[in-house]
């Protein structure tokens, strides 16, 4: 009854949000804001840009600066739905057709609490990629990570030479900010959230008072503690599509084709050299020439895909399935991806978290609409991070391996609408754990393994390039489980930042349901917290590494520190599935990252072509 009563309401209140954002008038109209005919007619481009997300929107932007040359960017999505504006609702987009919809192969003795114990692993079909879908979450990663990058033989990728293209993208409004590391005045807009519960105060204290001293995590000194730092504009999401491909997108030089899904790169088999792509659109077929380049920023699923459908891949791999091999590369051979455990919960006693009717609210609607104010600016709940180093690290000092995402609030807070479905909470496990919780206040922590040892791998289920890709995750399988072992660690952190004078004013105190398996250990006790992890542990949604750079030497390199494909000519992967290991941070700004310097080693490229044919 209660539940079908908020339901009803929420969706009254998304009929209400529509038609007043269309009064507003700055939301997307589809078929208005980006024309869609031109399928067929100009068939030469100087590049041809596959994906508009982090990063494809920012190559089509910078290429696009030059009017001397034509871009045509593909997109296998439309444009995003009005509702992926209001940040609240970020689990919501999920369940939309902005997502590819996509599932982890099964894996024995892990997502035991999920539905079918089957893991989703979303990612953004939309113009603008996952941004649209995403949690806004703005973190550039560690100074340490990058020099990694450099040293494992990637010239040009260290800390001091990433760190003009994390500026040059960004448009800054935090407060507290190391104003030497950020910027104003470029295209990607990044704030805090306007909106706060006094739960995040009470975290933000209660980690001070744990030791962490509060940082600009995005400045000089990651480790420590922050509220959270998120693309928002005016309170509202600004994603790929509304800062890179938006302004650019008038430009009689560039060519927006949406709906239109790449299904191979065209690749002369003697040369090595790719000339354009195939693609298809409303079932037709079509197929367009770069004169130039064909870049491929498909993300860490597709780029690997169309990678393996047009021949670059593991030789025995597309043997099995009879694609003609054009160059034996290690494509998708690793996977590696960020986890957060769900099972971390503290009740108060006051009423200082989120809470749904408040936020669907008149005075939060008004809020909203009028100042880009209030709960609806709140970015699904989260509010804060904070960066630390466990006791079983194996990296040097200043590097971070976990991150405890605070929320205030939880899977209790949006009465199983949006939050449950997204991460395929079983009802089993939602009834008994976070059920009884819907008429109580209670708040998450949520830690997040930065630097797993264990990794994936991704593979292409058939040749049909409409089939998804088969992948696999292999989490929590490596050898000496560190991995099991860091997040334990987490746990009593996060256990020992809740015993804070701060939160104890509030009577904060741990959930000790079992989760639903899990009865026959001791709670709190190791094996407890393994089971626990055991099924409700999923993904964060940050895969990379599928289309690995490295140097020629490196036996699971695909591209080079230029990012063009080994062995083939006019071929690149921009975008987050060359990352070449794991980072400190959630990859949407390393993405946008990887796209700012991705255009400028192309437009070097292009000018040392005028120089030569001038000659
Ligand atoms: C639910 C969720 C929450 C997240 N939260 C955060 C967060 O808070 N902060 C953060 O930093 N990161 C977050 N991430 C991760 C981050 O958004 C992505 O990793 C990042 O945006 C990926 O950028 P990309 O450019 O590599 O690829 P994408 O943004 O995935 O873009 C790839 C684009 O290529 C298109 N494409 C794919 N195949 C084809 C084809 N064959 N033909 C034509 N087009 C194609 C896709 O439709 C898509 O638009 C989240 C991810 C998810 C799923
Ligand atoms: C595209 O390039 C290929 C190979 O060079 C050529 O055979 C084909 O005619 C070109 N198509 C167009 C439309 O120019
Ligand atoms: C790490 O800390 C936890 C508790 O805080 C302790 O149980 C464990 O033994 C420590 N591990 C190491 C390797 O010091």
Redesign the pocket.
């Known amino acids: 009854m209660k539940i079908n009563y908020i339901a009803l309401n929420v969706l009254s209140t998304f009929a209400l949000l529509c038609s007043a954002q269309s009064v507003r008038g700055d939301y997307v109209k589809e078929n208005t804001l980006y024309d869609q005919s031109g399928h067929g007619r100009n068939n030469i481009y100087d590049y041809i840009v596959?994906?508009?997300?982090?990063?494809?929107a920012v190559v089509v932007n910078r290429l696009s600066e030059d009017p001397g040359v034509k871009i045509l960017l593909?997109?296998?999505?439309g444009p995003p739905i009005s509702h992926s504006e209001k940040p609240v609702l970020a689990s919501a987009q999920?369940l939309t057709r902005q997502n590819w919809n996509y599932f982890m192969e099964r894996q024995a003795n892990f997502c035991l609490g999920l539905t079918d114990e089957l893991m989703e692993w979303?990612?953004?079909?939309?113009l603008g990629?996952?941004?649209v879908?995403?949690?806004?979450?703005?973190?550039r990663g560690n100074r340490e990570d990058y020099n990694r990058w450099a040293r494992m033989g990637n010239p040009g990728w260290s800390y001091e030479e990433v760190l003009p293209y994390f500026r040059k993208s960004e448009d800054s409004t935090i407060k507290i900010q190391d104003s030497e590391y950020r910027n104003q005045g470029g295209l990607l807009s990044v704030s805090d959230v306007p909106y706060r519960t006094e739960s995040v105060n009470a975290f933000v204290k209660g980690c001070q008072e744990a030791g962490y001293p509060y940082v600009d995590y995005n400045g000089k000194n990651q480790l420590g503690v922050s509220y959270v730092q998120a693309n928002l504009r005016v309170g509202r999401r600004c994603s790929a599509e509304k800062a890179f491909i938006r302004p650019s997108r008038n430009r009689p030089n560039l060519q927006i084709r949406l709906n239109?899904?790449?299904t191979k790169v065209l690749i002369d088999p003697n040369t090595k050299r790719a000339y354009g792509v195939e693609?298809l659109h409303r079932k037709r077929k079509y197929v367009v020439n770069a004169s130039l380049e064909v870049i491929l920023?498909?993300?860490?699923f597709?780029s690997p895909q169309?990678l393996m459908l047009s021949g670059i891949g593991p030789r025995n791999h597309l043997a099995e399935l009879q694609i003609p091999l054009i160059k034996d590369h290690p494509v998708g051979r690793k996977l590696y991806d960020h986890l957060t455990f769900l099972g971390l919960i503290f009740t108060v006693t006051k009423p200082i978290v989120g809470n749904l009717i408040e936020t669907f609210s008149l005075a939060s609607i008004t809020d909203f609409f009028l100042f880009g104010q209030g709960p609806i600016t709140s970015i699904g709940g989260v509010e804060a991070l904070a960066y630390f180093q466990t006791n079983v690290t194996t990296y040097p000092e200043g590097l971070p391996d976990m991150e405890l995402i605070f929320i205030g609030g939880g899977l209790h807070t949006d009465y199983g609408l949006f939050f449950k479905n997204q991460f395929r909470i079983s009802d089993k496990v939602y009834d008994a754990l976070w059920t009884p919780l819907q008429n109580r206040y209670a708040f998450s922590i949520f830690p997040m393994g930065l630097h797993p040892k264990s990794y994936g791998y991704i593979k292409l289920r058939s040749r049909n390039p409409l089939d998804p890709p088969l992948l696999y995750g292999n989490f929590f399988t490596d050898p000496e489980n560190v991995d099991m072992k860091t997040f334990m660690a987490a746990i009593r952190e996060a256990q020992r930042i809740t015993k804070s004078p701060a939160f104890q004013k509030y009577g904060t105190e741990q959930v000790k349901t079992p989760v639903p398996g899990c009865e026959n250990y001791a709670f709190d006790s190791d094996p407890y917290w393994e089971c626990a992890m055991r099924h409700i542990t999923v993904t964060l949604?940050?895969q990379i590494h599928t289309c690995k750079m490295g140097p020629v030497t490196d036996p699971e390199a695909v591209v080079d520190a230029k990012l063009r494909v080994h062995g083939i000519e006019r071929l690149r992967v921009i975008?987050?599935?060359v990352i070449p290991t794991t980072v400190s941070a959630?990859?949407?700004?390393v993405?946008y990252m990887i796209g700012e310097k991705g255009a400028d080693l192309i437009k070097a490229d292009y000018r040392n072509l005028l120089r030569e044919n001038e000659r």
């Open positions: 596959v994906g508009s997300g982090s990063a494809g593909l997109e296998s999505g999920l979303p990612r953004g079909r939309v990629g996952t941004t879908i995403n949690f806004m979450i703005h973190i239109s899904h790449v693609y920023s498909a993300g860490a597709h169309i949604h940050h975008d987050t599935s959630h990859v949407s700004a993405g």
